[in-house]
């Protein structure tokens, strides 16, 4: 079945660095890849629509500046915490649907921040 | 405004017997509804899922139902496994290459 990779799987900073977490899909090409974030016992939440070639789209709520997202290419799509602070701590979840008429999405392992 | 409920948020169950775990939606324009299974530490796995023109879809031991008219799915796993404990999510899609939006899961306690 189709593949998606994310990486960091765990990645741990002081306050006010910046961390880039990378979603690649493996065999398929995904113009289109979803960014979710996971509090402890919630659900996932969808943070931004990662379009490839264009910008993304972030859901109400989601500060663009602070979350850079960049779909360089069919396969990558890239989330950058910028200048992160403890309370953005948590489990960040890329997906992406190999298809265009399924509604199934594969989902990365996820990557588990911690700010310090 | 949550458009896809779990209202239970844990179920504990026997092995051998039915797990039923339920879903309700609000959007009538949903048309694809899908069970992810969720581990700790790690992401999603997709389970099964159903498209609203049908009303039933199955797949080894687990079955997924669904009632359009009551904006409800439920999923059937029978029997029950240890090894299905985890937390299950209902997930729901409109027009295809949305997102989708999911329930805030249930967690489900297989024990031998």
């Known amino acids: 079945g189709a593949v998606v990779s994310q990486h960091p799987s765990r990645v741990i900073c002081k306050s006010g660095t910046s961390v880039k977490i990378e979603c690649r899909s493996l065999?398929?090409?995904?113009?289109?890849m979803f960014w979710y974030r996971q509090f402890p016992k919630q659900s996932l939440m969808l943070m931004a629509t990662?379009?490839?070639?264009?910008?993304?789209?972030?859901e109400q709520g989601v500060e663009k500046d602070k979350f850079l997202i960049n779909h360089a290419s069919l396969t990558l799509s890239t989330l950058t915490v910028t200048s992160a602070h403890p309370e953005d701590s948590s489990f960040y979840i890329c997906?992406?649907?190999?298809?265009?008429?399924?509604?199934?999405?594969?989902f990365g392992e996820g990557s588990r921040l911690t700010v310090l | 405004d949550q458009q896809v409920k779990q209202n239970s948020p844990s179920l504990s169950v026997q092995e051998g017997r039915i797990s039923i775990l339920n879903c309700d939606y609000t959007?009538?324009?949903?048309?694809?509804f899908l069970w992810y299974k969720k581990y700790p530490a790690e992401g999603p796995t997709f389970l099964i899922s159903?498209?609203?023109?049908?009303d039933k879809n199955e797949d080894g031991r687990f079955t997924v139902f669904l009632n359009k008219s009551a904006k409800h799915l439920s999923l059937h796993i029978v029997p029950s496994q240890p090894g299905d404990s985890a937390v299950y999510f209902c997930?729901?899609?409109?027009?295809?290459?949305?997102?989708?939006?999911f329930g805030k899961g249930t967690t489900l306690s297989v024990s031998s």
């Open positions: 997930a729901a899609s409109g027009q295809a290459g949305t997102a989708l939006i």
């Open positions: 990662s379009n490839e070639g264009s910008k993304a789209t972030y």
């Open positions: 997906s992406a649907r190999a298809g265009r008429n399924t509604g199934e999405l594969f």
């Open positions: 959007n009538s324009m949903f048309d694809y």
């Open positions: 065999d398929f090409q995904a113009t289109t």
């Open positions: 159903i498209s609203s023109i049908k």
